[in-house]
């Protein structure tokens, strides 16, 4: 199949193939044609597989049939949710890179930076929006941002946006604009929680679903190494080092914890730095783009700073703790092996982890191979440092998370920027940003 199939315009073949691409995605080849028929979606697809190609391309063609006059103020007609700074700002790109032939006007707002220049974009009228929440509700009190005319509206990562408590804030956004919309809901994950916010917002819609729920993608090995937690970093040094590893994503489970290892890494030699929710929108769009063009070779992050990253050809992800909650590895371990590339995750276990661990494998319904490095042997049981207690709920491991003021975990609600593709090998299909 090709993109010409789909029915998309020449303005946006032209740009997909100035892209490098020339055929779609299974998530593209099928939401596409749907989303140009004007009905509702809630699609599901892994990280990486074209999410963000596959809603962008036909919301700027459904835009383009019912383009305004040129010269009159540009309504917001097109609004886009995420639950990240760093997810807004390359949703934003996508939006310039597939619209650059298009009459049509974007901006992105978001926190973190100063609001009067995302003031005077929209002052100027836009055609697409694309928003966190907290920021947009700003906007809104400001009475900066008209959302009555919005003819489409995009949840992007829909179940984080649950997760991160953002319910009650899109909620208030849904009451800005007309009921008379076109909604598509695109997410990694079909939690019940989406569910259900889809079955009272969308109307008769079409499910696209291309992959297991909760399932991470076949391309990316995983290995767990048994490790007492004290000797954890010494071993992550250790990988490194040994197996010359020039760019490695590790996640922490902690802010504190991921500056602290930052900095014992670089003492050990090795070029790093850490991102996460208290750090500045300047110190996150250095750190990630230093670590994309090779600069700085180990980002240590939290699980929000990383949701919605987008490195080409990111070759290791290390956990150096388990996350509590078991689905959080899946979306973890889904920065590498994007997109038909291979990957390798690699999981840190210590003994006060193993009840994590067991409830990753649950999930998915497999046992991951653990071994020890010679030199790095636990000690005897009940010797290691214990972790912190278990969240659990009977609801479901995504249940369990407390839930979230608003912009929790990203700082006083900012949100950030996420850099450019650093390769340039041509690829198949547009990729998730």
């Given at each position: 199949?090709?993109?010409?199939?789909?029915?998309?315009?020449?303005?946006?073949?032209?740009?997909?193939?100035?892209?490098?691409?020339?055929?779609?995605?299974?998530?593209?080849?099928?939401?596409?044609?749907?989303?140009?028929?004007?009905?509702?979606?809630?699609?599901?697809?892994?990280?990486?597989?074209?999410?963000?190609?596959?809603?962008t391309?036909?919301?700027?063609?459904?835009?383009?049939?019912?383009?305004?006059?040129?010269?009159g103020?540009?309504?917001?007609?097109?609004?886009?949710?995420?639950?990240?700074?760093?997810?807004a700002?390359?949703?934003?790109?996508?939006?310039?890179?597939?619209?650059?032939?298009?009459?049509?006007?974007?901006?992105?707002?978001?926190?973190?930076?100063?609001?009067?220049?995302?003031?005077?974009a929209?002052?100027?009228?836009?055609d697409?929006?694309?928003?966190?929440?907290?920021?947009?509700?700003?906007?809104?009190?400001?009475?900066?941002?008209?959302?009555?005319?919005?003819?489409?509206?995009?949840?992007?990562?829909?179940?984080?946006?649950l997760?991160?408590?953002?319910?009650?804030?899109?909620?208030?956004?849904?009451?800005?604009?007309?009921?008379?919309?076109?909604?598509?809901?695109?997410?990694?994950?079909?939690?019940?929680?989406?569910?259900?916010?889809?079955?009272?917002?969308?109307?008769?819609?079409?499910?696209?679903?291309?992959?297991?729920?909760?399932?991470?993608?076949?391309?990316?090995?995983?290995?767990?190494?048994?490790?007492?937690?004290?000797?954890?970093?010494?071993?992550?040094?250790?990988?490194?080092?040994?197996?010359?590893?020039?760019?490695?994503?590790?996640?922490?489970?902690?802010?504190?914890?991921?500056?602290?290892?930052?900095?014992?890494?670089?003492?050990?030699?090795?070029?790093?730095?850490?991102?996460?929710?208290?750090?500045?929108?300047?110190?996150?769009?250095?750190?990630?783009?230093?670590?994309?063009?090779?600069?700085?070779?180990?980002?240590?992050?939290?699980?929000?700073?990383a949701?919605?990253?987008?490195i080409?050809?990111?070759?290791?992800?290390?956990?150096?703790?388990?996350?509590?909650?078991?689905?959080?590895?899946?979306?973890?371990?889904?920065r590498?092996?994007?997109?038909?590339?291979?990957g390798?995750?690699?999981?840190?276990?210590?003994?006060?982890?193993?009840a994590?661990?067991?409830?990753?494998?649950?999930?998915?319904?497999?046992?991951?191979?653990?071994?020890?490095?010679?030199?790095?042997?636990?000690?005897?049981?009940?010797?290691?440092?214990?972790?912190p207690?278990?969240?659990?709920?009977?609801?479901?491991a995504r249940?369990?998370?407390?839930?979230?003021?608003?912009?929790?975990?990203?700082?006083?609600?900012?949100?950030?920027s996420?850099?450019?593709?650093?390769?340039?090998?041509?690829?198949?299909?547009?990729?998730?940003?």
């Open positions: 199949m090709s993109f010409e199939s789909l029915g998309l315009s020449a303005e946006l073949l032209r740009a997909v193939s100035e892209q490098g691409y020339d055929q779609p995605t299974p998530v593209q080849a099928q939401s596409i044609p749907v989303i140009l028929e004007g009905r509702d979606i809630l699609a599901g697809a892994q990280t990486g597989t074209g999410k963000t190609a596959a809603f391309l036909p919301l700027l063609q459904r835009l383009m049939q019912a383009a305004p006059a040129e010269g103020r540009r309504p917001v007609r097109a609004l886009v949710l995420t639950p990240t700074r760093e997810l700002a390359q949703v934003a790109e996508s939006v310039r890179d597939y619209g650059r032939h298009l009459p049509l006007r974007s901006a992105v707002v978001f926190g973190g930076v100063k609001i009067n220049p995302q003031i005077d929209l002052r100027r009228g836009v697409i929006l694309v928003a966190t929440p907290g920021r947009l509700l700003d906007h809104a009190q400001q009475k900066t941002v008209d959302l009555s005319k919005v003819e489409f509206l995009v949840l992007d990562e829909a179940d984080r946006m997760d991160m408590g953002f319910i009650h804030d899109i909620r208030r956004v849904l009451a800005m604009m007309p009921k008379q919309r076109q909604n598509l809901f695109f997410s990694a994950t079909f939690p019940n929680e989406v569910k259900r916010l889809a079955d009272g917002m969308l109307n008769n819609p079409a499910q696209v679903e291309v992959a297991r729920r909760s399932a991470p993608s076949e391309q990316v090995a995983q290995r767990v190494y048994t490790v007492d937690q004290k000797r954890k970093r010494a071993l992550l040094s250790h990988l490194i080092g040994s197996n010359n590893w020039r760019q490695v994503l590790v996640f922490t489970r902690t802010k504190h914890g991921a500056n602290r290892l930052a900095e014992q890494l670089s003492d050990d030699g090795l070029t790093s730095a850490a991102i996460h929710g208290n750090k500045s929108q300047g110190a996150r769009t250095r750190a990630l783009s230093d670590f994309k063009r090779g600069a700085v070779r180990v980002l240590v992050a939290t699980d929000i700073a949701r919605g990253l987008d080409d050809q990111l070759p290791h992800v290390v956990n150096f703790e388990l996350p509590n909650i078991a689905e959080d590895y899946v979306h973890r371990i889904g590498t092996g994007r997109a038909g590339n291979t390798e995750a690699i999981s840190l276990v210590c003994g006060g982890e193993r994590y661990l067991s409830d990753i494998q649950r999930l998915l319904k497999r046992e991951l191979p653990a071994e020890v490095v010679p030199g790095f042997e636990p000690g005897p049981a009940g010797s290691d440092e214990p972790m207690e278990r969240r659990r709920a009977p609801g479901g249940n369990a998370r407390p839930q979230q003021r608003r912009g929790q975990g990203q700082g006083p609600r900012r949100q950030g996420g850099g450019g593709r650093s390769d340039s090998r041509p690829r198949s299909a547009p990729r998730s940003r």
